[in-house]
């Protein structure tokens, strides 16, 4: 009989390297602690013990039953349940870059997770070499799930070794916090930097980002249809501030959620608003700018909320979108669907095209489904809905100096800033229940979007609670 015996944290998962894939697998003696094992066709779920049976799971509780052990193979050759609780780690199945656990005594079988129980099988499918394929995580224990600020919108980057948060409070004032990491930013104390001087009402998701040195905060400010974009700027994050200049866009439409980025040497502006004076659908938009308040040109529509998955709510919206450069210099624009004000919300993607035009919306590739949502029905194939909180979206890349030349590299998971909802709560004020968190997101390769006949086949993202 085939057994799998994986021990607990404080115990050990006993595994023996085999020699011939040491050098290239990993160096097994850079882990010195307890380490986390990561599924690879299912990142954010990892290996834990629960009533004595070993599966996988996500945002495991108590932390420690996801922790391991690494000690030698116990197979000595004298007792069966050695054997059977002995593996060699070889080169993932999937993917060269992970690992695998091959089975001492039944050379065919290796470790794998099926309906999310581990058992050990012959690997005969791609399925099966994905299933059987693993990742070493956090030597350290991560962080708990944050509880949050209680606040929507969160914009958050990373100066130096600090960390800066930028909110709108009561509606008509803007404020920092500051703090050495992004989950410290939640609880650390909001500083008000600017106190309307000109009265402008429902200041909403000021953004936080640098343009040549200089520290740039964008936000939407005015009531129904005039709300419009404005900015305040400053030669350091301790001010003092400009007085506030509107942005100048095209067609002076009703527009939030305005962000800048420089691509390619030139820099633009990305927005969410209305075709006209109307609402009914928020899209997303495109423009050149000469200067950080000064557009030049055309704006240009680049994602409309026309796919079945993001028209759930009435009125159907596109909205705070992000922009972030892919390990190979692609550009994507990550953006909120449905309303948010209700678990529909959540992000999906915008891919441009590989020496495509950012004002052309044929050369933009959207994610077939939301990439990060409570609502499992509307997950793009292959991505899992979220497992504590809903309504998630409006999101921030933790970028440095908030500046998309800083993007992350392929491989490890980086800082992202949402608001939510916990699951269980249903409260009268959905709005008003949104509180910030802090999760990560990582890079996630070879992912192909389509668009009825045409694909596109690139980078994606996958992001964690």
């Given at each position: 009989m085939k057994r799998i015996l994986i021990w607990c944290f404080g115990l050990f998962l006993p595994l023996m390297s085999g020699r011939s894939e040491a050098a290239s697998v990993m160096?097994?003696?850079?882990?010195?602690?307890?380490?986390?094992?990561?599924?690879?066709?299912?990142?954010?779920?990892?290996?834990?013990?629960?009533?004595?049976?070993?599966?996988?799971?996500?945002?495991?509780?108590?932390?420690?039953?996801?922790?391991?052990r690494l000690s030698p193979g116990l197979a000595d050759g004298s007792a069966l349940f050695h054997a059977d609780a002995t593996f060699r780690i070889v080169n993932g199945l999937k993917d060269a870059t992970a690992i695998s656990f091959q089975s001492y005594n039944f050379p065919s079988s290796y470790i794998r997770h099926a309906n999310s129980l581990l058992r050990i099988d012959p690997i005969n499918s791609d399925l099966d070499r994905q299933d059987a394929s693993f990742r070493f995580r956090d030597q350290a224990p991560l962080a708990p799930l944050s509880t949050?600020?209680?606040?929507?919108?969160?914009?958050?980057?990373?100066?130096?070794?600090?960390?800066?948060?930028?909110?709108?409070?009561?509606?008509?004032?803007?404020?920092?916090?500051?703090?050495?990491?992004?989950?410290?930013?939640?609880?650390?104390?909001p500083q008000a930097i600017f106190k309307n001087p000109v009265n402008f009402t429902d200041l909403w998701a000021p953004e936080l980002l640098t343009i040549g040195g200089r520290y740039y905060l964008y936000y939407a400010a005015n009531n129904g249809a005039d709300h419009r974009m404005f900015m305040i700027s400053a030669a350091s994050l301790s001010g003092p501030w400009s007085d506030p200049a509107a942005v100048n866009l095209p067609d002076d439409c009703w527009a939030i959620d305005?962000?800048?980025?420089?691509?390619?040497?030139?820099?633009?502006?990305?927005?969410?608003?209305?075709?006209?004076?109307?609402?009914?659908?928020?899209?997303?938009?495109?423009?050149?700018?000469?200067?950080?308040?000064?557009?030049?040109?055309?704006?240009?529509?680049?994602?409309?909320?026309?796919?079945?998955?993001?028209?759930?709510?009435?009125?159907?919206?596109?909205?705070?979108?992000?922009?972030?450069?892919?390990?190979s210099g692609q550009l994507h624009i990550v953006y909120s669907a449905n309303g948010s004000w209700g678990a529909n919300y959540g992000l999906a993607d915008l891919r441009l095209r590989a020496g495509g035009d950012?004002?052309?919306?044929?050369?933009?590739?959207?994610?077939?489904?939301?990439?990060?949502?409570?609502?499992?029905?509307?997950?793009?194939?292959?991505?899992?809905?979220?497992?504590?909180?809903?309504?998630?979206?409006?999101?921030?890349?933790?970028?440095?100096?908030?500046?998309?030349?800083?993007?992350?590299?392929?491989?490890?998971?980086?800082?992202?800033?949402?608001?939510?909802?916990?699951?269980?709560?249903?409260?009268?004020?959905?709005?008003?229940?949104?509180?910030?968190?802090?999760?990560?997101?990582?890079?996630?390769?070879?992912?192909?979007?389509?668009?009825?006949?045409?694909?596109?086949?690139?980078?994606?993202?996958?992001?964690?609670?």
């Open positions: 160096r097994l003696s850079n882990i010195t602690g307890p380490v986390r094992i990561e599924s690879w066709n299912y990142p954010g779920k990892f290996v834990r013990h629960s009533n004595f049976l070993a599966r996988i799971d996500a945002n495991v509780n108590p932390f420690d039953d996801s922790q391991w949050g600020a209680a606040n929507a919108d969160p914009s958050i980057i990373r100066v130096g070794s600090t960390y800066y948060s930028v909110e709108s409070q009561y509606g008509f004032e803007l404020c920092m916090r500051q703090a050495s990491s992004a989950a410290g930013i939640l609880t650390a104390a305005g962000t800048a980025f420089n691509f390619n040497g030139q820099l633009w502006f990305v927005w969410s608003g209305w075709a006209g004076s109307v609402n009914g659908e928020q899209n997303l938009y495109i423009c050149r700018m000469s200067s950080p308040s000064q557009s030049t040109g055309a704006r240009f529509i680049i994602s409309q909320p026309r796919e079945w998955w993001e028209m759930l709510d009435y009125p159907h919206i596109n909205e705070g979108p992000e922009a972030i450069l892919d390990p950012p004002t052309y919306v044929w050369d933009w590739y959207k994610s077939n489904g939301s990439l990060f949502c409570y609502n499992g029905g509307i997950m793009m194939s292959g991505w899992s809905p979220t497992q504590s909180y809903k309504g998630v979206g409006h999101h921030s890349f933790v970028l440095l100096n908030g500046d998309i030349s800083t993007s992350p590299p392929a491989g490890p998971t980086f800082p992202l800033a949402y608001h939510g909802v916990p699951k269980g709560d249903n409260p009268s004020d959905f709005w008003g229940a949104r509180t910030w968190k802090v999760g990560s997101f990582c890079w996630w390769g070879n992912v192909t979007y389509t668009r009825g006949s045409e694909y596109n086949t690139g980078w994606s993202l996958k992001f964690f609670e």
